[in-house]
């Protein structure tokens, strides 16, 4: 089965400029996750949809990061405008259902350097 | 706050060595923990955990927990140098992760 899928693997940008990542998750899964790794920690949570409605997005900095995923399948991530703390891996994750106890399969994440 | 704790953040062993790495949590709604082996970007998984004292076991990996105590361990036996990566602890149901425990393996 093809896994979680996400481009670009790597971006670099100045602080104030926008980036937009996507991904799309395997096929069939209905729970789409969005986490912000910065080095040396575990990654956090920004986003968390089901099918194409938002589970949770708490810990999303609103003011500058927006996601969707209008149809269900494929998200996007942008982050506009981008500052020096947002240099990071973006990791998107796929899991069948939610809140069904069924492990999350990971891309190979975006690495997000701003300058 | 719900948090996810592990311990040590790194740890040097030689080869063949056995390790034991530790995850403890308060969450508000618990419904499993998760284990994840991170070695470049991916995490990739390795066990799920619900109920308190069945051990997983896969090789020479093994995982309990235990939801009394709320802590988990993930143990490795006769590590070998493909052992080396950071290792993830996740709680559902807020999908709360650890800072990961850094294992490098000495040949």
């Known amino acids: 089965e093809a896994g979680v899928a996400q481009s670009p693997r790597y971006k670099i940008i100045e602080k104030r400029q926008s980036v937009a990542f996507w991904c799309n998750p395997i096929?069939?899964?209905?729970?789409l996750y969005w986490y912000q790794q910065i080095l040396g920690q575990g990654p956090k949570l920004l986003i968390q949809?089901?099918?194409?409605?938002?589970?949770?997005d708490s810990q999303l900095p609103k003011d500058r990061f927006s996601a969707e995923r209008l149809k269900g399948v494929d998200s996007t991530l942008k982050i506009q405008p981008a500052k020096l703390e947002d240099s990071a891996v973006y990791l998107c994750?796929?899991?069948?259902?939610?809140?069904?106890?069924?492990?999350?399969?990971f891309g190979q994440g975006t690495r997000l350097t701003v300058v | 706050e719900d948090k996810v704790v592990q311990s040590p953040l790194s740890l040097v062993v030689h080869e063949g060595d056995t390790v034991t790495l530790n995850c403890s949590y308060e969450v508000t709604n618990f419904r499993s923990l998760l284990w994840y082996k991170q070695e470049k970007k991916a995490p990739t998984f390795l066990f799920m955990l619900?109920?308190?004292?069945i051990e997983k076991k896969s090789g020479r990996l093994s995982s309990i927990l235990d939801k009394k105590e709320l802590f988990s361990i993930l143990n490795i036996t006769a590590t070998q140098t493909g052992d080396s990566a950071v290792y993830l602890c996740?709680?559902?149901?807020?999908?709360?992760f650890g800072k990961g425990t850094r294992l490098h393996i000495l040949p």
């Open positions: 619900t109920s308190s004292g």
């Open positions: 096929s069939g899964h209905a729970t």
């Open positions: 994750a796929s899991s069948l259902s939610f809140p069904a106890n069924t492990e999350a399969f």
């Open positions: 996740a709680v559902y149901d807020k999908i709360i």
């Open positions: 949809f089901q099918n194409n409605g938002v589970v949770d």
